[in-house]
T-cell receptor, first 116, second 109 residues
Framework: GAVVSQHPSRVICKSGTSVKIECRSL??????MFWYRQFPKKSLMLMAT?????????EQGVEKDKFLINHASLTLSTLTVTSAHPEDSSFYIC????????????FGPGTRLLVL | GQNIDQPTEMTATEGAIVQINCTYQ??????LFWYQQHAGEAPTFLSY??LDGLEEKGRFSSFLSRSKGYSYLLLKELQMKDSASYLC??????????WGAGTKLIIKP
């Protein structure tokens, strides 16, 4: 399958700081990238969908000013958690998909964020 | 509304066979994916079905019946490393994957 990397894998930060997470598709062009968060033993929650060169589409209840998403190229998308608070602590996972909408989403390894 | 129904947890024995069932209701349908997720890790792709029938891939097979809104994942010759959650994710008319909480599979020696 296709390879998606995510960096960093783990981050601990102080409350009020911003954290940037990178998601890269290593061996294919990711027309669409998705950002999810997952709490322990819960299902994946889609936060936003981004298409290369366009503004991200956020799911209901997700603050776009707090979770800034950039998808500037076909291989890179970034999620910035601005002014992070302890309740933002979670497992953030990106996935990437090629040009066709029914193509498989391949997931990055995830980023575990802990806000103190 | 859209929903997925899978057993919360299943237990099976190493070397045996297990079938994980999934029923779903979606607005439109563009296929169904199965993913495996080990604890603390991201999901990994297992299979995709868009037509009715059985797709076999090594020890894993996936079945789909669109008219019944039903799929199953069949795991043969179970190994300890198969202990994980298995996520059934149908794709709706907007090509969005619908996620449930998955089935936690516990393999015992």
């Amino acid at each position: 399958g296709a390879v998606v990397s995510q960096h960093p894998s783990r981050v601990i930060c102080k409350s009020g700081t911003s954290v940037k997470i990178e998601c890269r598709s290593l061996d294919f062009q990711a027309t669409t990238m998705f950002w999810y968060r997952q709490f322990p033993k819960k299902s994946l929650m889609l936060m936003a969908t981004s298409n290369e060169g366009s503004k991200a589409t956020y799911e209901q209840g997700v603050e776009k000013d707090k979770f800034l998403i950039n998808h500037a190229s076909l291989t890179l998308s970034t999620l910035t958690v601005t002014s992070a608070h302890p309740e933002d602590s979670s497992f953030y996972i990106c996935s990437a998909r090629g040009k066709a909408a029914q193509e498989t989403q391949y997931f990055g390894p995830g980023t575990r964020l802990l806000v103190l | 509304g859209q929903n997925i129904d899978q057993p919360t947890e299943m237990t099976a024995t190493e070397g045996a066979i297990v079938q994980i069932n999934c029923t779903y209701q979606t607005s439109g349908f563009n296929g169904l994916f199965w993913y495996q997720q080990h604890a603390g890790e991201a999901p990994t792709f297992l299979s995709y079905n868009v037509l009715d029938g059985l797709e076999e891939k090594g020890r894993f097979s996936s079945f789909l019946s669109r008219s019944k809104g039903y799929s199953y994942l069949l795991l043969k010759e179970l190994q300890m490393k198969d202990s994980a959650s298995y996520l059934c994710a149908p794709m709706d008319s907007n090509y969005q994957l619908i996620w449930g909480a998955g089935t936690k599979l516990i393999i015992k020696p």
